[in-house]
C-alpha cells in the first residue's frame, strides 16, 4: 500500500527578508511599554530609540541586495499553478523601503524637536511613527490583495491619530478630514478587491494575471468594475486628484514633520502599492488603466500647481500649504511612470518611478526641515539668507531640485527618467503637458527662492538657536541631494532594469 505525505502547512519564515519592516514593529511595542515606566523628564529617549531602530531598520536592507529575491509566506504550487508568495523583497520593494525608512529617520529628527516644543505626548507619538512605518516599508513587498490592503491600514490608521496629536483645533479638525475620506477609500479599494476576487478565484498578484485573459464574458464587466475600485482606492493615498482634497488642511492641522511624513512616506506607501497591482495583478488591462492613470496624472499636476500658485505670502500656514500643494502636483509626475507601464514599458516605467520617487522624498522632507524651524509663512523667508545663511542656501537647493533646476542636478534628471518613460511609451499629449506643468512650477519655486536672499524686514532681527537635531535632518537631506546631484547614477540606475523578479 503507497502512502502519499501530506504537503506541510509549516512554513518557515525567512527572518532576514522581513526584518526591515518587523523592527519598526517591534520596537513600537518597545516604547509603548517603556513609556509607562519612564518619569517624565527621560521620555526624550524615547525618541532617540526610534532614531537609533529606523538606522538598524536601513542596515537590515543591506543583505538583501544582492542575488535573486528573497520570498517568504509562499502557498504551494503545482504542475498547473506556480508557487505564489506573499512576501517578496525584490528591487521593487527595497527601492520603496529605502524610501519609507529612509523618509522616516528625517522626519524622527525633525520630531525629536517637535515633540518637545508642541508638548506631544513622547509615547504616543513615537509608537504612532513607528507602527505606521512598519506598515508602509511592509506594503511594497506585499504581492497578494489581502497583505496589500491590511499594510496598507496598517500605514494609514496611526496616521490619522498623528495629525490629531496637536490639540489646538486644527489638528483634530484636520485628522477628521483625512480620517473620512481615507475610510471612503478603503470601503471603495474592500469592494473592488471583492469583485476580483469573485472573478478571479485568487488573491495572488501573480494569479489574479494569469485568470484575467480567461474570464468568462458574464465576469468580466464585474471584473473590469474591480479593477477600477481598486486602483481608486490606492490612488487617494497618493493624493490624486480628486482625491487630493483633505491634503492642504490635513497638512496645515498637523505638526509638520508629520505633514512632511504624509508628503513622502505616506505617498510612496500609496504609489508602490498602485503600481504592484497595476503591473503584476492587472496587466492584461493595461491599455485601459495605462490611459485612465494618464488622464489622472495630467489632472493632479495641473491641479497641484495651480493651487499652489494661488498661495499668499501673508496667509497663515501658507508655506506648508504650498509644499501640500506642490506634493500635489509631484504626485502627477510620479504616476505619469506608472501609466506609461501600462502600454508595455514595465521595467523602465516603474523604474522610473522608484528612481524619482527617492529623489523627491530626499529634497522634499529637507524643504519640511527647514520649514520647521524658520517658519510656516512664506513672509517668514523674506531675508532668511542675512539671519541664517546655512538654512537659506540649504532651503534654495531643495527648492531647486523641485523645480529641476541647476545647481539641483538630480531634480533635473528625475524629470528627464520621467518624460523618456512617457515619451517611450508613445503618450505624447502627457510629455507636453508635463513640460507646460514644469513650466508653471518654476514660478512659485522662484518666487519662494527670491524671497530667501531678499533684504530682511526691519522688524526681524534677533536670532535664535537651532537644536542639533533638525540641524542634523537639515544636514541628512542636503546630503543626499549633493550626492545624488555627483552621481545620479545611483537611483537613476533603477530605471534601466527589471524591478520585479
Not at 53 to 71: F, I, Q
Not at 289 to 311: D, E, F, I, K, Y
Not at 347 to 353: E, F, K, N, R, Y
Not at 459 to 488: E, H
Request: glycine share 10%.
Amino acid at each position: 500500500m503507497l502512502t502519499v505525505a501530506a504537503p506541510s502547512l509549516i512554513q518557515s519564515v525567512d527572518w532576514v527578508a522581513i526584518a526591515p519592516p518587523l523592527v519598526p514593529a517591534a520596537l513600537a511595542l518597545v516604547v509603548l511599554v517603556a513609556d509607562l515606566f519612564l518619569p517624565p523628564g527621560r521620555k526624550a529617549l524615547l525618541g532617540w530609540l526610534s532614531v537609533a531602530g529606523l538606522v538598524a531598520s536601513l542596515a537590515l536592507l543591506l543583505p538583501l541586495t544582492g542575488g535573486r529575491p528573497r520570498t517568504t509566506f509562499c502557498l504551494p504550487g503545482s504542475a498547473a499553478v506556480p508557487t505564489s508568495c506573499s512576501y517578496v523583497a525584490d528591487h521593487f520593494a527595497l527601492g520603496f523601503q529605502l524610501l519609507v525608512l529612509g523618509g522616516a529617520l528625517i522626519v524622527a529628527l525633525l520630531s525629536l524637536v517637535s515633540v518637545e516644543e508642541d508638548r506631544l505626548p513622547a509615547g504616543e507619538y513615537w509608537f504612532l511613527l513607528l507602527a505606521s512605518t512598519c506598515g508602509a516599508a511592509l506594503l511594497p513587498a506585499c504581492r497578494d490583495l489581502a497583505s496589500l490592503v491590511v499594510a496598507l491600514e496598517v500605514a494609514s490608521l496611526p496616521a490619522f491619530a498623528l495629525v490629531a496629536l496637536r490639540r489646538d483645533g486644527r489638528g483634530g479638525e484636520a485628522a477628521l478630514k483625512f480620517f473620512l475620506s481615507s475610510v471612503t477609500a478603503t470601503a471603495v479599494t474592500l469592494l473592488g478587491v471583492s469583485f476580483v476576487y469573485a472573478a478571479t478565484g485568487s488573491l495572488y498578484l501573480d494569479r489574479i494575471a494569469a485568470a484575467l485573459p480567461g474570464v468568462p464574458d458574464q465576469l468580466r464587466p464585474l471584473t473590469a468594475v474591480g479593477t477600477v475600485l481598486t486602483l481608486v482606492g490606492f490612488a487617494f493615498k497618493t493624493a490624486a486628484v480628486p482625491f487630493h482634497f483633505w491634503v492642504p488642511d490635513t497638512y496645515a492641522g498637523a505638526p509638520v514633520p508629520v505633514a512632511g511624513y504624509l508628503s513622502v512616506v505616506g505617498k510612496a506607501a500609496g504609489l508602490s502599492g498602485l503600481s504592484a497591482i497595476a503591473v503584476l495583478g492587472f496587466h492584461s488591462y493595461g491599455r485601459d488603466w495605462g490611459l485612465a492613470l494618464a488622464v489622472l496624472a495630467a489632472l493632479t499636476m495641473t491641479v497641484g500647481n495651480v493651487g499652489a500658485l494661488r498661495q499668499r505670502g501673508d496667509a497663515p500656514h501658507s508655506a506648508v500649504r504650498l509644499l501640500a500643494w506642490s506634493s500635489v502636483a509631484q504626485a502627477g509626475y510620479l504616476l505619469a511612470p506608472v501609466a506609461a507601464a501600462g502600454y508595455g514599458a514595465k521595467a523602465s516605467a516603474v523604474g522610473a518611478t522608484v528612481a524619482f520617487a527617492l529623489i523627491y522624498g530626499a529634497v522634499n522632507l529637507g524643504a519640511f526641515a527647514v520649514v520647521t524651524s524658520a517658519g510656516s509663512r512664506l513672509d517668514d523667508y523674506r531675508g532668511l539668507f542675512s539671519r541664517r545663511p546655512a538654512a537659506a542656501l540649504a532651503m534654495a537647493f531643495f527648492l531647486l531640485n523641485l523645480a529641476g533646476l541647476p545647481p539641483g542636478v538630480v531634480g533635473l534628471f528625475g524629470k528627464v527618467v520621467v518624460f523618456r518613460a512617457v515619451v517611450d511609451a508613445g503618450m505624447g499629449w502627457l510629455a507636453v503637458i508635463m513640460a507646460v506643468n514644469v513650466v508653471v512650477a518654476l514660478y512659485y519655486y522662484l518666487v519662494w527662492t527670491a524671497k530667501l536672499f531678499q533684504p530682511a524686514p526691519d522688524a526681524v532681527a534677533t536670532r535664535r538657536a537651532v537644536p542639533a537635531a533638525l540641524v542634523a535632518a537639515v544636514a541628512l537631506a542636503a546630503a543626499l541631494g549633493v550626492v545624488l546631484s555627483l552621481d545620479p547614477q545611483l537611483v537613476l540606475q533603477l530605471a534601466s532594469g527589471s524591478l520585479f523578479g
